[in-house]
């Protein structure tokens, strides 16, 4: 990426992020920090990245969350050549992704 992403100002909201005790908060601060569209796109990435760890189909995934065939790709692509931040978060939420609270 050829964009610096650790900036003052991305530390500033990881910090902000960080500071948020329940998923109340969590809803409270990013809906005011995101617009609707934002937040259901970060989140349908997640149920892909979910989904691709199911190992289930590219067809299966766009069929139960609307995501386009580039942006499954995109998220496939994160895991298995990313920074391993969706296996990390998976492992701590759920213990690998297969049973995610909704």
Known sequence: MSKKIRTEAV?????????????EECYTFFEDICTINELL??????????M???RRTYLEIAEKTGASTATISRVNRSLNYG???????????????TGAEQ
């Open 11 to 23: 530390d500033y909201l990881f910090s902000a992020i960080l500071s948020l005790q329940d998923k």
């Open 41 to 50: 796109s970060l989140s349908q990435r997640f149920e892909v990245a979910k």
């Open 52 to 54: 691709l760890r199911e």
């Open 83 to 97: 920074n391993d931040g969706y296996d990390m978060v998976f492992e701590r939420i759920d213990g690998g992704g």
